[in-house]
């Protein structure tokens, strides 16, 4: 039985790996896959059938590790012993016969410390659209890793250019998205999505969204703001922010049904703003009130979009007017719906990379 192992950094990794590793199982129902998520509990695994090992409490920052050289270095000074506690860990299991890594290239660089076997390695934060890989990143992936699976195109033809075997098939985030049957809107109403992120600035992100849709409201009457709110936010506490707007209507468990039930997302978030470009929609982007919504992480998120995204400065007003102007221009919403789908890729993304893995190693004849 072929021994496999999937490493992630953190809870959006973690699903695609979750993901990847159920359609592996699913394809090939002989082998045997082990899960080691570095900062999570490894709910993402659990919920898909995967088995794990469960991984490191976050760090102080409350940031996911790894996410960068620059990450590696800063989180490394708070929580010093976590990497190498985690290669501790991976070393107390015999060698993998496939390894699997999802994150970004410090990862890739701890699984080959523990195993000195080449990986197959997903890179879904680094894009070319926003910034090329540094030429050590490029060089330790054409060393350590079998193959490349990219988050776009063009990242792919970047890398192969550059020596490292890298292919573009599909995004996992985009698998997985299932409509909830929570929500359903009334037919008689114009259905503006609002993601206000899942981190402790989507409170004050979710403020500003909400003043914004007073100055829509001012223009378009027949407008309703579902609110997709993330587990990781307090109920009661969004509640009350929504108290005072009677066009606001936060829903739990249900990021897909508001996704689809949109004419257009208003999004202060990171992967959620992906995925609902990613299903076809037009995404509004501002700055808001943290870190992860700053105005160079809308920036880039604009970059890494292209047409499917209108960037502003916080300004209500102006928002309000250009958000009525494109509800008003049904080829604009069309034409922005399918350069997110163009962007992202579409669904279907796991699957490919499993097999690919699986045709790979000549496993299940593939």
């Known amino acids: 039985m072929k021994k496999i192992y999937i490493l992630s950094n953190s809870y959006g990794e973690d699903r695609s790996g979750a993901l990847i590793g159920r359609e592996m199982l699913r394809l090939c129902p002989d082998i045997h896959i082990t899960a080691?998520?570095?900062?999570?509990?490894?709910?993402?695994?659990?919920?898909?059938?995967?088995?794990?090992?469960?991984?490191?409490?976050?760090?102080?920052?409350?940031?996911?590790?790894?996410?960068?050289?620059k990450g590696f270095v800063q989180d490394v000074l708070t929580s010093f012993n976590i990497p190498f506690e985690y290669v501790r860990k991976l070393r107390g299991n015999s060698?993998?016969?496939?390894?699997?890594?999802?994150?970004?290239?410090?990862?890739?660089?701890?699984?080959?410390?523990?195993?000195?076997t080449k990986a197959y390695f997903l890179a879904p934060c680094k894009?070319?659209?926003?910034?090329?890989?540094?030429?050590?990143?490029?060089?330790?992936?054409?060393r350590i890793s079998k193959a490349v699976f990219t988050h776009d195109e063009p990242t792919a033809e970047s890398l192969k250019n550059k020596g490292v075997n890298a292919v573009?098939?599909?995004?996992?985030?985009?698998?997985?998205?299932?409509?909830?049957?929570?929500?359903?809107?009334?037919?008689?109403?114009?259905?503006?999505g609002v993601?206000?992120?899942?981190?402790?600035?989507?409170?004050?992100?979710?403020?500003?969204?909400?003043?914004?849709?007073?100055?829509?409201?001012a223009y378009k009457k027949d407008v309703m703001f579902p609110i997709a709110v993330s587990p990781t936010l307090d109920w009661d506490r969004v509640k009350s922010i929504c108290s005072g707007y009677e066009f606001a209507v936060p829903v739990r468990n249900a990021f897909v049904d508001v996704v689809l039930a949109s004419d257009i997302i208003i999004s202060l978030a990171g992967t959620a703003t992906e995925q609902a470009?990613?299903?076809?929609?037009?995404?509004?982007?501002?700055?808001?009130?943290?870190?992860?919504?700053?105005?160079?992480?809308?920036?880039d998120q604009k970059k890494l979009l292209g047409d499917a995204v209108l960037l502003f400065r916080y300004d209500p007003e102006k928002i309000a007017r250009e958000v009525v102007r494109v509800l008003n221009e049904p080829e604009t919403l069309k034409r922005m719906g399918e350069a997110g789908k163009q962007r992202m890729g579409g669904e279907g993304g796991a699957r490919r990379i499993a097999e690919f893995i699986l045709k790979m190693e000549g496993l299940c004849s593939l």
Do not use: C
């Open 36 to 69: 080691f998520p570095l900062i999570s509990l490894g709910e993402e695994y659990k919920k898909r059938g995967v088995p794990f090992v469960q991984g490191f409490p976050p760090p102080p920052s409350g940031g996911p590790l790894l996410k960068s050289f």
């Open 95 to 116: 060698k993998p016969d496939i390894l699997l890594v999802v994150g970004d290239v410090p990862l890739l660089v701890l699984g080959w410390i523990a195993f000195k």
């Open 127 to 142: 894009s070319d659209y926003i910034a090329p890989h540094l030429g050590i990143e490029v060089s330790i992936m054409r």
């Open 168 to 192: 573009f098939l599909g995004n996992p985030m985009m698998d997985g998205l299932e409509k909830e049957n929570v929500f359903r809107p009334p037919d008689n109403k114009v259905v503006i």
């Open 195 to 217: 993601l206000p992120g899942s981190r402790e600035e989507a409170y004050g992100n979710l403020e500003r969204i909400l003043r914004v849709g007073e100055r829509i409201k």
């Open 277 to 299: 470009a990613g299903m076809g929609k037009s995404v509004v982007v501002f700055n808001g009130t943290g870190a992860s919504s700053s105005w160079r992480k809308m920036f």
